[in-house]
């Protein structure tokens, strides 16, 4: 790992607690998915640990919410540029971990300062209202408070931009945090505590704590004096954490599982979709919850539109992300590898077509060529399930009714793409689709200022944007009476 560092000192292998690197009861490793090589050992903390951390975050707490919101800003805006300083490296240590282009990783640290930046200047402007009175002599108003501490636990997928996305917003207002990462990406995390660390933001108010997940969540969960759970994941875990936290009847923000449809209009060039559909599928080798899962086409240009995925399918490279030539890299586990093996062998005991892109057979385990099926049915997994994998299910449909009702046909809600020209078609799909969020004629729909989230089970609450606060404060109402 050092060799690719210009400053060795972003790769932290202990927890950071209460403003100290911690170790644990024991050290787990953490593998490159691209090679297998061990990268380092991360310190699994203990129960003990895991609450004392949280007694300590509490107190910080207070320290933190009683600071201005200008240095609350301040502070934030130095991590920011820090962050931003040390683009090249956290990249790496990116890569590294968690297998995506050297391209992507760049882009992610971008993006994930860019929530830090947005919610440095939100922090100014957390205003309450006034409401005209129904109470003689009195004066009624609202203020906003910061809730106390927030747990957030984070995936793999995006080891930096997940953390800074909820991290930022909890900041803001006054927040203290308990970052609990992936164990497949932990780095990332640990490299942003060193940056907060330098940035001056106190001790105890940013926290990265690591250890047997279960445990972990279980202790953040329960705890009383933890206010807020924030969690990116699989629906599956968010179930469990939303179980565990109702003893305590937490704040919870939930970013789970997606299957977006990604809708091709009657009027759409063909080309031009093809090219949409193949960026919207294959970033971080599929292993993103915005990843179109269901491609819907219409029947008469199902063929040509199979015709033109396959041909620039076939162009990409599949490879370690730190070779510039790399489109694709690994999936993040032999795990992976097995559930994407699955969904294709599955939907070929089902009657349908498969296509399989060019995989060089020395890479390792962990890399899986990009695959595209047709004749897709829907009792196949690469229908219903969140795919997170580099599999393409093209589906022809016949009416544009039909293609919405399947868009809707999962519990799923996160987001969806809309590609065409035909302004009532777009309007269609956008009221008729059943998700939080809709893109038309573009790929890339994140960023600091829109509201990201799902409806169904795919989440609760909305992260970045004017409302991204709200997940980690409260409103306090107040009544000035017999004035
Ligand atoms: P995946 O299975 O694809 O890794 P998860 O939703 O399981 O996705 O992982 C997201 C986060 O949830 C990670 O931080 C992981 O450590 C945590 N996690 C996984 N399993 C559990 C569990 N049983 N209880 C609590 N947290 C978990």
């Not at 994140?446 to 980690?472: A, M, N």
Request: glycine residues 8%.
């Amino acid at each position: 790992v050092l060799a690719y560092l210009d400053d060795q000192r972003l790769f932290r292998q202990l927890a950071y607690c209460n403003g100290k690197w911690v170790n644990g009861d024991s050290d787990t490793p953490v593998l490159n998915p691209a090679t297998g090589e061990v990268l380092g050992y991360t310190a699994s903390l203990n129960a003990t640990q895991i609450n004392q951390t949280i007694d300590d975050a509490e107190a910080a707490f207070h320290l933190w919410r009683a600071e201005s919101a200008e240095t609350r800003a301040k502070l934030l805006m130095k991590w920011h540029d820090l962050i931003m300083e040390n683009q090249h490296d956290l990249a790496h240590l990116m890569v590294l971990e968690q297998g995506k282009t050297l391209r992507d990783a760049e882009g992610e640290v971008e993006y994930g300062a860019s929530f830090i930046h947005w919610f440095a200047e939100e922090a100014k402007r957390v205003y309450g209202d006034t409401m005209p009175s129904h109470i003689p002599n009195a004066h009624l108003a609202t203020l906003r408070e910061p809730i106390g501490v927030a747990a957030l636990i984070t995936p793999w997928n995006f080891p930096n931009a997940m953390i800074t996305r909820k991290a930022a917003a909890a900041l803001a207002i006054g927040c203290s945090v308990i970052v609990k990462p992936a164990e497949e990406t932990p780095f990332s995390a640990l490299a942003l505590a060193e940056l907060a660390e330098r940035a001056g933001i106190p001790a105890g108010v940013f926290n990265v704590v690591m250890g047997d997940a279960p445990m972990v969540s279980t202790q953040l969960c329960q705890s009383d004096n933890v206010k807020a759970l924030s969690f990116t994941g699989s629906t599956r875990v968010g179930r469990l954490l939303l179980e565990q936290s109702a003893q305590t009847v937490k704040k919870s923000a939930m970013e789970l599982g997606g299957n977006a449809p990604f809708i091709v209009l009657p009027d759409m060039d063909i080309q031009q979709a093809a090219r949409a559909a193949i960026d919207a599928k294959f970033q971080t080798s599929g292993q993103d919850c915005l990843a179109a899962n269901k491609i819907l086409v219409p029947r008469d240009k199902h063929q040509a539109f199979v015709d033109a995925f396959a041909a620039l399918m076939d162009e990409l490279e599949v490879g370690n992300g730190l070779l510039p030539s790399t489109d694709i890299g690994p999936l993040i586990s032999a795990r992976a590898v097995d559930k994407a093996q699955a969904i294709v062998d599955d939907a070929i005991a089902k009657g349908a077509t498969v296509m399989g892109g060019k995989l060089n057979p020395n890479l390792g385990e962990n890399f899986f060529a990009p695959t595209l099926i047709t004749k897709v049915t829907p009792d196949m997994l690469v229908y219903q399930e969140e795919n997170f994998c580099p599999v393409a299910g093209v589906i022809a449909y016949d009416n544009l009714d039909e293609a919405i009702a399947m868009g809707n046909d999962t519990e799923y809600g996160l987001s969806a793409y809309v590609y065409g020209n035909d302004i009532r078609d777009i309007w269609r799909c956008l009221r008729g689709l059943e998700v939080g969020m809709v893109s038309v004629n573009s790929v890339k729909m994140t960023g600091h200022p829109i509201p990201f989230g799902g409806v169904k089970q795919s989440g609760l609450g909305r992260e970045g944007s004017r409302y991204g606060i709200d997940e980690f404060s409260e409103i306090k109402y107040y009544c000035l009476g017999g004035l």
